[in-house]
């Protein structure tokens, strides 16, 4: 699991620890694997230990992991950090009897993208994707990454979840896309009133404000739950009911 040193992905390894389960976490630091998942050689590093660790076999699979800057950091870790975890340790799931994976989305993933970088990221082609998000941020457009990184993660999820890799060796793969949730990512949004009322405005949450991280991570819990046999492909909104704000009833 990814993630494990802060906020959504601190709050699962600490649910799943406390029902029994063995979690082997990575983050930067202060994690059994400590990686950078923003390069190909801080994955590979992940993927390897994991599986060293695991003994190639995995009951389940968390991509916590994110960054929320206007960078192209954004899409290296939040897109090909997250699908290069998942791709490596899929073997060590398609191993396991019950498995299960479960990525990060978010509400801004339905928000305006960079059409080159999303494809770039389907392409599998990062330095073309960091290049045109590059471009992006030349033109004033750096917001628009992270939204980019999480649509593209939801459109890479709902491409791989049914071929043979995954559903068919029993993967289910599905994601959470939360609003706000209080963590130290979304710290900085609170710093003063405008920033705030600009997020409120971005993300209305009618259902009982911002979330607490644990919130997010009992979703999670559930998706790679042996109780979930059969839902796959799914991006998960708990959001305090914004995604329904924003988008309105004609889905
Ligand atoms: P957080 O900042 O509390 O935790 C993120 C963790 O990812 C940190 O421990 C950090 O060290 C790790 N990380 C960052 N870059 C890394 C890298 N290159 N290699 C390895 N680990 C790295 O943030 P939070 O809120 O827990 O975010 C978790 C996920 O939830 C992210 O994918 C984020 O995009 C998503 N999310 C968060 C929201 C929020 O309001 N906090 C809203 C919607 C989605």
């Known amino acids: 699991m990814s993630g494990t040193a802060s906020g959504i992905g601190k709050a699962l390894a600490g649910l799943l620890r406390a029902q029994g389960d063995e979690v082997i976490g990575i983050d ?24 060293g660790m695991c003994g190639g076999v995995l009951d ?8 929320s800057t206007f960078t192209t950091l954004t899409v290296r870790v939040n897109y090909f950090g997250v699908t290069a975890m998942l791709e490596g340790l899929r073997p060590a799931l398609a191993a396991a009897p019950a498995p299960r994976a479960a990525v990060i989305g978010s509400i801004s993933g339905t928000k305006p993208a960079v059409p080159e970088v999303v494809r770039a ?11 045109s998000g590059e471009r992006a941020v030349e033109r004033g457009d750096g917001r628009m990454l992270y ?8 459109q890479w999820l709902r491409r791989v979840c049914v071929t ?17 949730v209080l963590t130290p990512m979304s710290d900085p949004l609170f710093a003063d ?16 404000g911002y ?27 708990v959001d305090g009911g914004a995604e329904a704000t924003l988008r309105g009833p004609d889905v």
């Open 28 to 51: 930067l630091k202060d994690a059994d694997v400590c990686a950078d998942l923003s390069t190909p050689e801080g994955r590979a590093l992940a993927v390897e230990s994991v599986l």
């Open 60 to 67: 389940g699979v968390v991509a916590c992991a994110g960054v």
């Open 121 to 131: 990221c389907l392409d599998g082609l990062e330095e073309e994707a960091v290049e």
């Open 147 to 154: 939204p980019s990184s999480k649509s593209a993660l939801a």
């Open 164 to 180: 043979p890799e995954w559903a068919g060796c029993g993967i289910p793969l599905n994601a959470v896309a939360p609003g706000v």
């Open 193 to 208: 009133e405008e920033m705030r009322k600009a997020m409120d405005a971005a993300v209305p949450m009618p259902l009982n």
């Open 211 to 237: 979330a607490e991280p644990e919130v997010v991570a009992e979703a999670l819990r559930w998706l790679i739950s042996p109780a979930n046999s059969h839902m796959s492909g799914q991006v998960v909104y």
